[in-house]
């Protein structure tokens, strides 16, 4: 089972960038299908960038134009480049890792965006 860890986090400003990075141990993050997701504070966790093992990719509505979900398989690690920020985007921002066997989440990195 691989293990992810998340970087990147911080404090930005309405309008700006944010590039998280998932890094991943124990296997091949080409073969496996990995997420993004968020927690605001008294909200459910939601997808918000998916990209599976062939390349696809799939948004949540609200970041559709603005966030991009990528991968590096030289350096086994899954990228989330945020721009045009909005104070919305504000949450803990989790890793997954799926395989058919298994999935593996990481232990989250905050994201606060301010007006």
């Known amino acids: 089972q691989v293990q992810v860890v998340e970087s990147g986090g911080g404090l930005a400003q309405s309008g700006g960038s944010l590039r998280l990075s998932c890094a991943a141990s124990?296997?091949?993050?080409?073969?496996?299908?990995m997420g993004w997701y968020r927690q605001a504070p008294g909200k459910q966790r939601e997808l918000v960038a998916e990209?599976?093992?062939?390349?696809?990719?799939t948004y949540t509505n609200s970041v559709k134009g603005r966030f991009t979900i990528s991968r590096d398989n030289a350096v086994n690690t899954v990228f989330l480049q945020m721009n045009s920020l909005e104070p919305e985007d504000t949450a803990v921002y989790y890793c997954?890792?799926?395989?058919?066997?298994?999935?593996?989440w990481g232990q989250g990195t905050q994201v606060t965006v301010s007006s």
């Open positions: 997954k890792a799926v395989s058919p066997f298994w999935a593996s």
């Open positions: 124990g296997s091949n993050l080409s073969v496996l299908r």
């Open positions: 990209l599976t093992s062939s390349g696809r990719t």
